[in-house]
Every structure is written in structure tokens, then in C-alpha cells.
């Protein structure tokens, strides 16, 4: 017997057909004789939609509201999925993040997890009940509104659950049957990795590649919980993240991720002085705005520019608040650019070799592109390209890194 946490996506339960096969995939697990909790997503399309109104009605909403609005996606799956399991004579019960409760801190929109009682939880599982989770709800620490953990939370839901329940595997059901080397709708030669290593799936998810959330992959590292990607359509064996001792051949790039969620902020001509950067970035915090890559000239007559990068959904919030800041620090323009993409060559091998950048410049000179902005880690290399070559660089990429596989 094993306890699992079984998480599906948005596509997974996109209409009832599906969610009816949700049901039959969770029934074989407890007929085999686990305890099985399961995490859901809103159905797919449908937490794009609820964003979009708060949006339209205005750019600037208030957060809190912003998660009362997005926060219903996920009530209505938990609700369809324990029906549907419950007409397959699986006893199951769904569960509001407030309910179990998921306790976050009051980060609206983008709430960490604090902590997750899960006894009731468990008294129910070893009952022979099946709990149906929200994923990306919580409830903040006054327990009084609900929060929600940030776009893709659920796979954090599910992976914090996870840990709360002390589960042997959270199994991450999606649309794609594994982690690739890179995403396989740009690059149908991409292969799946049976393997990869928390960290450069950390950088990975990061960097875009969309299987997990950023969020829950540290989690996962952190807690050690064994995560598999699988696919809720086929039966295949999936990707897992694992530890990175357990891979025996480190390969030097592991994968190719991209982004277009990021726009690229410049500020002109900002005085080059101590504290201005502090200040910066100060009122970006202080907004939530979390920033990415972050590049700074060596200055010039007195003044330097600065660009970085910050995420779409953020953009409206970062020019309100360094707009408010502007006589303060006296730079001489603001300049947005949501028209970038972020491209990534990742691999733990990066460590303990040299020239691994080098082949991307080459690479991604060859195709007449141009680099706009470029960052580094350990175990990774991130350019900033016009979002229009985007495929053009991935699949680039892919092919100067051997990592192309059989055709067909
Ligand atoms: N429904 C939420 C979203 O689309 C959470 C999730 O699916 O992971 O961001
Ligand atoms: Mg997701």
C-alpha cells in the first residue's frame, strides 16, 4: 500500500468526458489498494477567463479580489470530480483550500504556503475516503479570505500536500507524458528525459518550460518529495525529479527552455550613484513585482541605464510604481518592451565544463538573431531575444546542443 497525492491539470479535466477518466484513473489507484489524495486545476481556459475580467475592468485591481474571482475555477472541478468518482462507487468528499485549511501568508495573487493541516485529511484517507483538493487556493493567516498561490499553483498544492501527508509520490498528471528536452510542439525531435535532477528542473520550470511550476519544484527539493510527470491521456511511464546523485550521466545541456511571459523595463539615464539600485528595487518589492535577469552599464557621465526584466501580468504594476518614484531618482525615461522572449540552455554538466555559452552565441548569431540581454547560473545560460524568434532560437539551440532526437 502507498499513499499518493495524483494532481491532474487544467487540460485533464477539461469537460466531463475527461473528468470521467480523471474518476477511472483515481479509482484503479485505490483499488490497488492506496490511499490516494487528488489535487485539481480549474478546467482549462477557464482561470485565463477570470483573469482576463478582473483585467478588463481594470489593470490596477485590487488583489484580494482578484483571488475571490479566480479562486472559483478549481471549486467547481473538486465539485464535478467527487460526483463523478462518487458514480464510479468511489467515496469521495471535495475540499476548498480554506476547508482543509492550507494556510498562506497574505501575498494575494501569488500567496506562499505556510503550512497544510492534514490530519482530517489523513483520517479520511485511512477511512477509505478520497479527498478532492483545490489546487491554487489557500486561505490567509487571519483564515477570514482566500488567497491564491500564483498562475500554475496547483502543482504546488500538490506537491505542499504531498509533503503535509507524508505521501510516497505526488504523480503529476498533464497534458504532455513527461519532461522533454525542450517543448515538442517547436521541436517535434525533442526527446523525454526518464530523469532529471531537481535543479535543472528548477531552472527548467523557471525558465518557462511549462510541466511544473517553479514554486513546487523547490518544494519537491526541499522536502523530498519524489514527483512524476505523466500523461492523463496515455499509459507510458513518465519523467521523474529526483535527487541528482541518482543520474549517472550528467549531460552537458539537458534542455532548452523558453519564455514569453517576461517584458523587458529599461530605465534612461539613471543617476550612478550609491542607493539607486536599492531604491529600485526597494519599490518593485514593495509592489510584489518580482524581477529576473537585471543588467546595469558601466556609467557614463554621471548616469547609467538599467533594464531588467519583470513578468507581463506585473508590467501595468512596475510602470505605476517607478513612475511614482521618478522625481525621486531622476532617470530620464521608462521604456517597456513586452515583445521579448527568454531562452535557456540548461544542464547540471555546465558545472564542470567550460564553452557551453559559446556555442549559443555562435548558434544563435548564425540565425541572424540578436541578443538583447544576457544572464547566467551555475548550470545555465539565458539570452533575451524579440519575442518573434522565439522558435527560431529553440529550435537552433537544440540542434547545436546534439540533443535532436530520431526523426519521426
Ligand atoms: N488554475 C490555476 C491556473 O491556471 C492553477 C493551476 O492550474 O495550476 O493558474
Ligand atoms: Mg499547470
Known amino acids: 500500500m502507498a499513499r499518493i497525492v495524483m494532481k491532474f491539470g487544467g487540460t485533464s479535466v477539461a469537460d466531463l468526458d475527461r473528468i470521467r477518466t480523471v474518476a477511472g484513473r483515481v479509482k484503479r489507484e485505490v483499488e490497488a489498494g492506496n490511499q490516494v489524495a ?3 486545476s480549474a478546467m482549462a481556459g477557464a482561470t485565463n477567463q477570470l483573469v482576463r475580467w478582473c483585467q478588463d475592468l481594470s489593470p490596477l485591481h485590487d488583489a484580494r479580489e482578484y483571488d475571490t474571482v479566480v479562486a ?4 467547481v472541478t473538486i465539485g464535478l470530480l467527487a460526483i463523478a468518482l462518487q458514480a464510479v462507487g468511489v467515496e469521495a468528499r471535495s475540499w ?4 482543509v485549511p492550507i494556510l498562506t501568508d497574505s501575498a494575494h495573487g501569488k500567496a506562499r504556503v505556510e503550512g497544510i493541516d492534514g490530519s482530517e485529511l489523513v483520517r479520511r484517507m485511512e477511512a477509505g475516503q478520497v479527498p478532492v483538493v483545490a489546487g491554487f487556493q489557500g486561505v490567509e493567516p487571519e483564515r477570514n479570505r482566500v488567497t491564491t498561490l500564483g498562475r500554475g499553483g496547483s502543482d504546488l498544492s500538490a506537491v505542499a500536500l504531498a509533503a503535509a501527508l507524508k505521501a510516497d509520490r505526488c504523480d503529476i498528471y498533464t497534458d504532455v507524458d513527461g519532461i522533454y528536452t525542450t517543448d515538442p510542439r517547436i521541436v517535434p ?3 523525454k528525459l526518464e530523469r532529471v535532477s531537481y535543479e535543472e528542473m528548477l531552472e527548467l520550470a523557471s ?3 511549462k510541466v511544473l511550476q517553479t514554486r513546487s519544484v523547490e518544494l519537491a527539493m ?4 519524489r514527483v512524476q510527470v505523466l500523461s492523463s491521456f496515455e499509459d507510458k511511464p513518465g519523467s521523474l525529479v529526483v535527487d541528482e546523485d541518482e543520474i549517472v550521466e550528467q549531460p552537458l545541456v539537458s534542455g532548452i527552455a523558453y519564455s514569453r511571459d517576461d517584458a523587458k523595463v529599461t530605465l534612461r539615464r539613471v543617476p550612478d550613484r550609491p542607493g539607486v539600485a536599492a531604491r529600485v528595487f526597494d519599490a518593485l518589492a514593495g509592489a510584489n513585482v518580482n524581477v529576473d535577469m537585471i543588467v546595469q552599464n558601466v556609467g557614463a557621465d554621471g548616469t547609467t541605464d538599467m533594464t531588467f526584466t519583470v513578468g507581463k501580468a506585473d508590467l501595468a504594476r512596475a510602470q505605476d510604481v517607478l513612475g511614482r518614484v521618478r522625481e525621486e531618482l531622476g532617470y530620464e525615461a521608462l521604456l517597456a518592451d513586452p515583445e521579448v522572449a527568454k531562452i535557456s540552455v540548461v544542464g547540471i554538466g555546465m558545472r564542470s565544463h567550460a564553452g557551453v555559452a559559446t556555442t549559443m552565441f555562435r548558434a544563435l548569431a548564425e540565425k541572424g538573431i540578436n541578443i538583447q540581454v544576457i544572464s547566467t547560473s551555475e548550470i545555465k545560460v539565458s539570452v533575451l531575444v524579440g519575442a518573434e524568434y522565439t522558435e527560431l532560437a529553440v529550435r537552433a539551440l537544440h540542434t547545436a546542443y546534439g540533443l535532436d532526437g530520431p526523426a519521426g
Open 38 to 40: 487528488v489535487v485539481v
Open 72 to 75: 472559483t475555477g478549481e471549486q
Open 96 to 99: 476548498q483550500g480554506w476547508q
Open 189 to 191: 525531435r525533442a526527446r
Open 207 to 209: 525558465v518557462g518550460a
Open 222 to 225: 526541499k522536502q523530498r518529495v
